[in-house]
């Protein structure tokens, strides 16, 4: 039996809309998030932005709740890990 890896999902929650990334590390889900935000989003570049880090090893979720929330498919609400701030790469 192999055992699973973890898999981490980052978000940058802005509403209606946002930045995820999906990972087997926190960190790495973490920074790639922020680069991918820098992309994503211009206006964030060089700011500070608070970043949600959920746990979601072996589960496919749906990131637009109408409130924002991280849901499952059976749309069931994940809580964060934590939530980490981060500079968003200029």
């Known amino acids: 039996m ?6 981490y999902l980052a978000w940058i929650n802005l509403g209606i809309c946002g930045t995820c990334w ?3 590390t926190i960190r790495e889900a973490v920074e790639t998030c922020a680069i991918v935000a820098a992309q994503d989003w211009g206006g964030l570049r060089g700011t ?5 880090v ?8 749906t990131l637009a709740g109408h409130r924002g929330e ?3 498919e059976e749309e069931t609400e994940i809580s ?3 939530i980490v701030k981060v500079d968003v790469p200029a």
Not at 2 to 7: F, L
Not at 48 to 52: K, L, R, T, Y
């Open 80 to 82: 964060p890990l934590f």
């Open 70 to 72: 991280v849901l499952t």
């Open 54 to 61: 959920y746990d979601v090893t072996g589960i496919s979720v």
């Open 2 to 7: 192999t055992k699973s890896k973890k898999e």
């Open 22 to 24: 999906r990972a087997e």
């Open 48 to 52: 500070e932005v608070a970043v949600g």
